[in-house]
């Protein structure tokens, strides 16, 4: 069966601009995760749903970031006022409960100029 | 106190050897669990292996098999018969709380793994 997508793959965007990232979960999955990698480093927790609730944003770095799952499916996180610190790769995972493992999406690719 | 520690930088194992990958987490919960997820060039997260804190058993998925020490606080990966597709970034990550409550996963900074022919 089809596995997370993510879209857009790359984004690329000036500095101060507003940023929409996209998660399509495996069908079924009741929870969604977002996690943001660095350059050589390992993915760190941002966000996570159970259903259409944010479960835990523990790991949103500050109110430029905001993450909504209306439906319980698809997944949008936001970034406001983008830096060009937040240039990263944001991943998508699902699970098909909380607790079980995850399935990650490819990642988008965000470049802040 | 890091909660994932993988320290070693670089790993090279030739063609159909065995190699073991380290892994060392620091938690003060009694219910946990602990993954492996390779990280080919591609980018995208593959899920390898997983084992509970309560698992008796060493978990084993196919070349995979994952060395469980919880008094020393190690989860070492080991891939027997290395082919030259593991060639990857590996990552241990641990998730605090044995069930749903708390699930995210906390990873470690990675080791790559290259095999030789």
Redesign the interface.
């Known amino acids: 069966g089809a596995g997370v997508s993510q879209t857009p793959s790359n984004k690329v965007t000036e500095k101060g601009k507003y940023v929409e990232l996209r998660c399509d979960p495996i069908s079924g999955h009741t929870?969604l995760?977002w996690?943001r990698q660095s350059l050589?480093?390992?993915?760190?927790?941002l966000i996570?749903f159970?259903g259409t609730g944010a479960a835990?944003d523990?790991?949103l770095p500050n109110d430029r970031f905001f993450a909504v799952r209306p439906e319980g499916s698809v997944s949008t996180l936001k970034i406001q006022r983008t830096e060009r610190g937040d240039s990263a790769?944001y991943?998508c995972?699902s699970?098909l409960?909380?607790?079980?493992?995850?399935?990650?999406?490819?990642?988008t690719?965000l470049t802040v100029t | 106190a890091q909660k994932i520690t993988q320290t070693q930088p670089g790993m090279f194992v030739q063609e159909k050897e065995a190699v073991t990958l380290d892994c060392t987490y620091d938690t003060s919960d009694q219910s946990y669990g602990l993954f492996w997820y390779k990280q080919p060039s591609s980018g995208e997260m593959i899920f390898l292996i997983y084992q509970g804190s309560y698992d008796e058993q060493n978990a084993t998925e196919g070349r995979y098999s994952l060395n469980f020490q919880k008094a020393r606080k190690s989860a070492n990966l080991v891939i027997s018969a290395s082919q030259l597709g593991d060639s990857a970034m590996y990552f241990c990550a641990m998730r605090e709380a044995y069930t749903g409550a708390n699930s995210k996963l906390t990873f470690g900074k990675g080791i790559t793994l290259s095999v030789r022919p």
């Open positions: 929870a995760y996690y050589g480093q390992g993915p760190e927790f996570y159970q835990d523990s790991g790769v991943l995972a699970s409960l909380a607790g079980y493992e995850q399935y990650f999406g490819p990642g690719r």
